[in-house]
């Protein structure tokens, strides 16, 4: 009995050793090198989350930063639209509407934070043409402030001019540090208003 045991688990080991010599042959046999699909299927399956992760987040984070972008630059056109009101308005013989004064304000105060989280975004050494671009809002402040009258609003509108030129700079080095494309010129005209 004992020998017919020792006779089983041979034939057994021999079935399973051809089984596995025949697995061995396919899978490092010429025609399909298997073993390689299978090593790099089980790579594939490690790094897709990895890659994904990666790449989604800097699809989030572009996104936020062209919202950003986009908010500049519709509060920088808001407050052109109200300055451009009080100007007309006080070159027509009238005194400046005070809900455009007021809605002026409120824009500039917005945008001023929104200056603030975009300094975020980018590193200390290249936040000096947001604070250009902070202070040029501030001369705008100043004038909107004062006596508006037909001079004051001429300088104030010399002011917005120039707030929008360094908002438009501002707007594309934020673009270009995260590498969102745009031109590479710094004299960005064609972004500002005409008078």
Known sequence: MMNRLKQIAWLIACWIGRRFKRFWAIIWGTDTPLAVTVLLALLAAYLSPIVTERFERQRMRSEYVLENLRELNSLISDLYVNVTVINHAVADGRTAPKANIEAARSTLAKLNWKIIETATMLPKSQRRILHRFQIEAGKVNESLNGKLDLAACQVLMTRV?????????????VGRHVELGGSSRTDSTDAVPAT
């Open 161 to 173: 001019n120039d707030m929008a030129l360094s908002g438009a700079q501002s707007i594309q080095a």
